[in-house]
Nanobody
């Protein structure tokens, strides 16, 4: 199975922090570019941050200064550290990546999503 699995979503108070993880399945040989997206209730899915395999990062304006995207290539995992969380950050967060499998050079896949709720 070629899949990404997110974890780390939780209910947190405003100002709190969460660290989301995106883990690759055994069938994935290598993860190339990683993107974190989020979808709030009633809204379209939007980009949060991206990171290339070499470590180049980009952030949406709302994420700059608060969120940090990172990766561990040997572990085949991606991360999103979220600090100073606001109620408007409440959303399902998805991991997306281009991956290399043993039978395909590039497959674009989504994780199942993990729910982040910021509320007092």
């Amino acid at each position: 199975q070629v899949q990404l699995v997110e974890s780390g979503g939780d209910l947190v108070q405003p100002g709190g922090s969460l660290r989301l993880s995106c883990a690759a399945s055994r069938s994935i040989f290598r993860i190339d570019d990683i993107g974190w997206y989020r979808q709030a209730p009633g809204k379209e899915r939007e980009l949060v941050a991206t990171i290339t395999r070499s470590g180049t990062t980009n952030y949406a304006d709302f994420a700059k200064g608060r969120f940090t995207i990172s990766r561990d290539n040997p572990k085949k995992e991606g991360y999103l550290q979220m600090n100073s969380l606001k109620p408007e950050d409440t959303a399902v967060y998805f991991c997306h990546a281009g991956v290399l499998t043993f039978i395909s050079q590039n497959v674009q896949i989504w994780g199942q999503g993990t729910l982040v709720t910021v509320s007092s």
